[in-house]
């Protein structure tokens, strides 16, 4: 709760030092879902479940040529979010998603080709991004499933 409290108390100084200055501010936001893929099909099912404190990785490059890089951990619901915001000029312009890591002790596996997905990120401020969901696999497929 003081974290949350902390970050935003300085999302609202930045942006009151935004306006100050005349720069534009604009704020993106990247959502995606870890998910375990209990059969190892590539779809997700009625059988599969969100991965909680999955690890992401989040590479974005702006408009202004800077690269700023992203960890974001999923919650319960195997949601991850990341958001930003930052002078109008110098607003993200491509991204690359990746998954890290999943720390499920059944469900370890990257399954499909999920290594990383690249997008670009032409969205106005105040609009999010989804990414597909990341897949991760058990080690061993239940019976149910062959």
């Not at 499920?104 to 401020?125: A, D, M, Q």
Request: overall charge neutral; aromatic content about 10%; glycine content about 8%.
């Amino acid at each position: 709760m003081e974290k949350q409290v902390r970050n935003t108390v300085l999302t609202i100084s930045f942006l009151l030092f935004l306006s100050l200055s005349g720069v534009r501010a604009w704020t993106g936001e990247i959502t995606g879902k870890v998910v375990c893929d209990v059969c190892g099909d590539a779809a997700v099912g009625p059988e599969d479940h969100a991965l909680e404190g999955a690890e992401v990785a989040i590479l974005c490059i702006t408009k202004s040529g800077e690269v700023v890089n992203y960890q974001a951990f999923t919650n319960s619901k195997g949601i991850y979010t990341v958001a930003e915001t930052m002078p109008e000029s110098n607003k993200w312009d491509a991204c690359l998603a990746r998954p890290i890591s999943s720390f499920h002790e059944h469900c370890t596996r990257l399954g499909g080709p999920n290594s990383g997905i690249k997008f670009s990120y032409n969205h106005p401020s105040g609009f999010s991004h989804s990414v597909r969901p990341f897949l991760y696999k058990p080690i061993n497929v239940p019976l149910y499933c062959v």
